[in-house]
């Protein structure tokens, strides 16, 4: 099989985020490999490795669209096993909304070739829109798989579970096919020293829109069909009164809900 | 004047808050039209013409439910065009989000999620990063697509009810070809408290619980809450995961959010920390969580919860 997994290189939310750049763009120092796009690597990797790995022609393909410093989320998921990096990287990219990158994503998937799936996390943990994979599916004119809580693939067919709030459902599909997948799909491995020393014998192909086709006017600000006009912070939240319990704390906790009309 | 369509995904037998959201908001912008997927019962039809809807769509085949997504997104694009359509919003369900998302494609239009107020002109305004930033945006394309967050309009009626002109819409051939097939349906049982996402109220709990949410659920009910719960507590089976709250569950900001037994690391703070006041029980004086409560307890869930609800209860009569 060959497998594409998008990977995105995020700021990390342990810290504060700021959207400090360019059109109210996120500042993306101290940025990692999204967490929910491990999520899609390891689904990926559980697949590859039921039908014999790399040694069998199975292939894992970390994609990540950004600047320079995305190149990290790609060598992390060598790491963790992919068995090549692809890092689309091009200036005329920043900037990109939703719609833009979408179509930067669709023709980078296109020049890799025939790809049996390409699978995403859930959201990206700092846009965190989950529009992506839709867009992606709709542009590739592949089949759509989202939010899959399982997913098996059976010759050219797969099929995934969907938890909604009101009922689940069981989807099937015809590969190749775009699939998002969330959190509760497997528990992601880290990577191990082995994997570490392994991935940097690891190829990376760097693309630009040139090498993908893809007119520079089409994506980033100016082939955006979205425009950020203004960004505030909010204020921080402050703590308010902080009780120790002494047996009655029930009862203030009531006495303060009614003080706030909250009853 | 802009026409506005509003997108309605099987209603059942009445309109849900959200989507009467939906049309009061459509009727602020201008003149508002609805594309229905889903049987037409009296009662929704009843309430599309109080809320002065001017057309009902309905799609011309019955089967867009047996689908993911990208035919129903092949119907609403039908019917945007067929409306002359400006704005189309929709309601903000994971669903909801991605039919937008193709929709756009299909349309070349912009699309804004997680919006919560939207001006005349289609700006929308959404709170972003877990709600360290609030962002107005604004579609560039001539079609603007919206997806609302529940709880952000008042529904309110037309000053003037109308009684809606029916139209029927032809389904693009071909759209379900390379759509994935929906092959089962289970419904879940429903536990008879309000939508979490929906929900003025929520109570949640975490790792504190210990396994036990007795006291939340008492808690919630005697307030008429939703329960959420935090990923340590649904990880762990004690409760489902649907009613997750945070980074990788639901995101809330309801009137009131009762914290019970959750450090409230970052994850979790970005699903709730929007919530207009926040009350957090914990044993650990030290737990993060209440760096942002607005009424913090130092104590023990297990006496607190029960003694809220008991005096709560006594409160009510």
Known sequence: MKIVVLVKHVPDAQFDRHLNGEGFTTDRDESILSELDEYALEAALQLAEARGGSKAGNQVIALSMGPAGAVNAIKKSLQIGATEGVHLTDDALAGSDAAATSL??????????????????MASTDGETSLVPAQLAERLGLPQVTFASSLEVDGGRLTARRDADTSSETVEATLPAVVSVTDQINEPRYPNFKGIIAAKRKSITTLSLADIGVDPAQVGFSGSWTTVTNAEQRPPRTAGTIITDEGDAGIKLVDFLAAQKLL | MAKVLVFIDNPGASLKKSSLELLTLARSLGESAVALNGELSDGVAAAFGEYGVGTVIRPSTDDLDDFLVAPKAAYLAAAAEAAGAGIVLLDNSPEGKEIAARLGIRLNAGVITDVVAVDADGTGHKSVLAGSYNTACKATTPVSV?????????????????????????????????????????????????????????????????????????????????????????????????????????????????????????????????SKVIVAINKDAESPVFEIADFGIVGDVFDVLPQAAAEIKKRKG
């Open chain 2, 146 to 274: 919206l997806t609302l967050k529940a709880n952000n309009v008042t529904p309110e009626p037309a000053a003037a009810p109308t009684t809606p002109e029916a139209a029927t819409v032809e389904v693009p051939a071909g759209s379900s070809t390379a759509a994935a097939r929906i092959t089962a349906r289970e419904q879940k049982v429903a536990t008879g408290r309000p939508d979490l996402t929906d929900a003025r109220i929520v109570v949640a709990g975490g790792r504190g619980m210990d396994g036990d949410f007795g006291p939340v659920e008492e808690l919630a009910d005697a307030l008429g809450a939703a329960v959420g719960a935090s990923r340590a507590a649904t990880d762990a089976g004690w409760i489902s995961h649907d009613a997750q709250v945070g980074q990788t569950g639901k995101t809330v900001s309801p009137q009131l959010y009762i914290s019970a037994g959750i450090s409230g690391a970052i994850q979790q703070k970005a699903g709730m920390q929007t």
């Open chain 1, 104 to 121: 930067a994503l669709a023709a980078a998937v296109r020049h890799l070739g025939d790809v049996d799936l390409v699978i995403t996390g």
